[in-house]
Structure formats: structure tokens, C-alpha cells
């Protein structure tokens, strides 16, 4: 799994600035709740706090006209923590209108190797990519790319009004072979450039078991190749399906390092979820190279952590840096950041003092902190910088909490030090309490997963 030691208490006094890249990836929430329902609690290290918590839709304030995006900030007490205060960042993306977006070039990549024989597998892909044609326009275009032993074009570009040539491509796979992973990306993306004009969006949509073992099977070396490929401006998201082998770090390092997202998909109910409910945010991107910087006002907050967002880490000097690659939002997705940030003068403060450091000089400003958001427009190559000052006072929702509670769901799953005695009869009321509208049922699938959490715990 691709994963990092969970985020330290920060001194705000020695270091104000915390910089990440956003993340819209849900694998880690749909790998969690296979392992639960499996029996078996879920590897720590698959754990990944800021996937779950944007797993789930929130009714954050949608961006006013010619606004990209709407951040909204809301400060509660921590659930876990009487002195402390959970600052979460809502950024809710603009969501155009739907007839009017560009065309669609998608590319599938299917992974037809020996390894994806299996009924939550192969089959399931097929269904799960035939659940989202109906989604397609007119002016769209598909084209299939399967690679096992060796890679090949299964069916030449092709609009996506002829259902049934499209549908018979897909029903005609077989698995078998060894995982020609790295070739059958070089096609994909060659089949994507044949098919791009400007103004249109060019995607290769990978599925695959993650099981690459011919040609370059290195999360690193990966990452150089996707790089280079990421130039062209054609996108790159990527399914999960079984498990077993499933190589969560080399889906990562594909989704993370070209302009994409990754997905978990362990049942078709999942696959509805990202192909047909959320396609518009998953396949038309609304901003690329998307980053967060907060500034913490050490006169307010004396420590800070970030909740999640390990592996998204950047350093702070590649804020301005637009070479610096970051992760890539769809239309009207919203992306979710939570601090847990302690007052000065707080008991629950857990650094000492430093013997020959300043202390920081009070001021009257009632800033806790102030939030840069800065992107890039699709095919621009120059950033936008949005800023808001972080206060107190937005009133606390069912949606801020709810996310709250998920990350609180995390963080015992995970064996987090900064929970004291709140556990999972807490972490489960709290979700009850603010489930609010819920009409697909994924907050109440939450508690019961985290019920079965606490069962296989024993606590």
C-alpha cells in the first residue's frame, strides 16, 4: 500500500505554514470496507483518513458565477478532545453545465492478464464500464486497449452511439498471460493521441488488479513514464478491482502522477457510484495542479496537525511553483481538509516551550489562520491564487460533522495516539447523529462498517 507515517503535532510557532496537494481518491474508503466486510479488519496501512472522508457526497455552498471554486470553513470543538478545535476546509468545485462540456476522448485499458480470472474481477469490470455508456455523449468517443502477455487494440476509436460495437468488444475479453502493463499504457496513451482535437478531453480510464509483472513494474520507475505522459494533456484514472494481489502503491503512483484519480471498485453498487452518479467529476476536470496552503496565526493556535493527506505532502516553496505537479479536480467534486489545532495556553498543548525560542507576539486579529488555494485552469500553463482568512463563527452542519466522525473512523483504525478514550461507541454515535440526508445510504453503510470495526477489535 502507498501510505506514510500518520502527521505529527506541528509547533505553529516554528513552523505556520502547511502545505499539501489536494486529493479526490476514494480507494482507500472502498478498500476499507471490503476488508470489513470480509471479516478482517483493514490493514493499517491501507488506511488512508483524507480517501474516506471524501468518499462521501457533502451539500457544501456551490461557487458563485465565474468562480472555479467556494471554499467554506467551519471550526468545531473535537470530538475527541474537550481543548482542542477541528478546523475543516470545504472546497466545493463549480459544476458547468453538463450539455455544453467538450467531447469526450476516452480510452479503456483493460487488464486481461491470468491474475484478473476471478468474478470480482474481469466480469465485474465489464459491467461496471457498460454501466457508464449510457452516460456518454454523442460527440464522445471510446476506443479499447486490453493487454496481458502482450498489449493490443481491442477496438479502434469508435463513437459512443454505436453501443453495440463497443459492448461486444468488452463482452469478447478473456483472461490469460502474464501483465504488459507498461506496454499497454504506451497504447493507450498513442490510441488517446489519434483521438484528441482541441477543445475535447482525452482520458485513459486503466482497470486493472494493479498486478503489473512485464515491462516496468517499479512504483518509481512508473511515475518517471506517467510524468512524461502527463505532457500531452491527456488524463489518466484508474480502477481497482479484486484483491489478493491488488497493488494499491502502483495504482498510486499512476493516479497521482497523471492528472487522475483512483478508484476502489469491489461491488457493481460501487461502480454506479463513480461511472454513472459522480462521472461528471470523475471524467471532466475543472482544474488541474490544485494546491493547498494554510498559514496558522500562532497568536490563535500554538499547534496544529493535518488529519490525513500523508502522501500528499508538499514542501512549502512548491506552493508557487507551477512545475510542481498536484492533484486534479473534477467538475462539482468536493475535497475535504481537517485540522485539529490547540489554542495557546490549552492543556491539551504536547510540546514543551523551547529554552531560546520567541514566544510569538499577540495580536488582536481574530484570524486562526489564512487559506491559500491556488490551480491551474485546464490546458493553461500559469496558476490562479484564491485566499480566504480562516475565523470562527461559520455555524457547524451535519456535513462537518459527519466528516469529523469518518475521521475519527480512521484514526482507530489506524491506532491514531491523539484519540484518548474515544472509541468506537463514540466515533458511531457521533455518525448517527449527523447521517442528516442520506439517500443513497453510504453514511449508514459507514456505521455499520464501523460497528463491524468494533466487533472484530473486541472493543
Known amino acids: 500500500f502507498a501510505n506514510a507515517s500518520a502527521n505529527p503535532v506541528h509547533v505553529t510557532a516554528v513552523e505556520p505554514v502547511s502545505t499539501f496537494s489536494i486529493d479526490v481518491d476514494t480507494a482507500s474508503y472502498a478498500t476499507i470496507r471490503s476488508s470489513l466486510n470480509a471479516g478482517v479488519l483493514p490493514d493499517p496501512a491501507s488506511v488512508r483518513i483524507e480517501e474516506m472522508i471524501n468518499y462521501f457526497p457533502y451539500d457544501y455552498p456551490k461557487p458563485e458565477a465565474g468562480q472555479?471554486?467556494?471554499?467554506?470553513?467551519?471550526v468545531m470543538p473535537t470530538p475527541w478532545n474537550p481543548d482542542t478545535r477541528l478546523v475543516n476546509i470545504a472546497i466545493q468545485g463549480a459544476v458547468p453545465q453538463v450539455e455544453n462540456r467538450p467531447p469526450l476522448n476516452l480510452v479503456f485499458l483493460i487488464d486481461t492478464s491470468g491474475s484478473m480470472d476471478e468474478p470480482n474481477k474481469l466480469p465485474l469490470l465489464k459491467q461496471s464500464l457498460a454501466l457508464m455508456l449510457d452516460q456518454l455523449h454523442d460527440t464522445d468517443q471510446v476506443a479499447i486497449v486490453a493487454y496481458a502477455g502482450s498489449a493490443g487494440q481491442v477496438l479502434p476509436p469508435t463513437k459512443a452511439t454505436d453501443r453495440a460495437a463497443i459492448l461486444a468488444a468488452l463482452n469478447n475479453l478473456a483472461a490469460g498471460g502474464s501483465t504488459a502493463g507498461a506496454e499497454g499504457l504506451a497504447l493507450a496513451y498513442q490510441t488517446a493521441e489519434t483521438m484528441a482535437a482541441p477543445g475535447e478531453v482525452s482520458r485513459v480510464l486503466l482497470a486493472t488488479d494493479g498486478d503489473f509483472n512485464v515491462g516496468i513494474d517499479d512504483p518509481d520507475a512508473l511515475k518517471t513514464f506517467i510524468a512524461?505522459?502527463?505532457?500531452?494533456?491527456?488524463y489518466l484514472s484508474v480502477l481497482g478491482f479484486g484483491r489478493g494481489n491488488l497493488d494499491d502503491a502502483t495504482m498510486q503512483a499512476l493516479a497521482q502522477n497523471g492528472n487522475g484519480?483512483?478508484?476502489?471498485?469491489?461491488?457493481?453498487?460501487?461502480?454506479?457510484?463513480?461511472?454513472?452518479?459522480?462521472?461528471?467529476g470523475a471524467l471532466?476536470?475543472?482544474?488541474?495542479?490544485v494546491k493547498i496552503q494554510v498559514?496558522?496565526?500562532?497568536a490563535q493556535v500554538a499547534e496544529y496537525r493535518l488529519i490525513g493527506y500523508e502522501t500528499r505532502a508538499l514542501r512549502r516553496e512548491d506552493f508557487?511553483?507551477?512545475?510542481?505537479d498536484a492533484g486534479d479536480i473534477g467538475a462539482g467534486t468536493a475535497v475535504t481538509a481537517i485540522y485539529e489545532i490547540t489554542a495557546p495556553g490549552s492543556p491539551a498543548i504536547l510540546n514543551d516551550p523551547l529554552r531560546y525560542g520567541?514566544?510569538?507576539v499577540a495580536g488582536d486579529s481574530p484570524e486562526l489562520g489564512y487559506l491559500r488555494l491556488r490551480s491551474v485552469a485546464p490546458g493553461a500553463t500559469d496558476s490562479t491564487l484564491q485566499e480566504t482568512p480562516i475565523l470562527p463563527g461559520m455555524p457547524v452542519t451535519n456535513d462537518t460533522r459527519f466528516a469529523a466522525a469518518i475521521a475519527g473512523f480512521g484514526q482507530l483504525l489506524t491506532g491514531a495516539d491523539y484519540l484518548g478514550n474515544w472509541g468506537w461507541d463514540q466515533a458511531i454515535d457521533l455518525a448517527l447523529s449527523a447521517r442528516g440526508s442520506d439517500d443513497f445510504g453510504y453514511r449508514i453503510e459507514a456505521v455499520n462498517l464501523m460497528r463491524t470495526a468494533k466487533a472484530l477489535s473486541g472493543h
Do not use: C, H, M
Not at 472555479?68 to 467551519?74: L, S
Not at 471532466?284 to 495542479?289: K, L, Q, R
Open 68 to 74: 472555479v471554486f467556494r471554499p467554506t470553513i467551519t
Open 228 to 234: 512524461a505522459k502527463r505532457e500531452t494533456g491527456i
Open 261 to 280: 484519480t483512483a478508484s476502489y471498485i469491489d461491488t457493481l453498487n460501487e461502480a454506479r457510484k463513480v461511472l454513472v452518479d459522480q462521472l461528471t
Open 284 to 289: 471532466y476536470p475543472i482544474a488541474d495542479n
Open 295 to 298: 498559514e496558522w496565526n500562532p
Open 320 to 324: 508557487n511553483n507551477d512545475k510542481v
Open 358 to 360: 520567541k514566544a510569538p
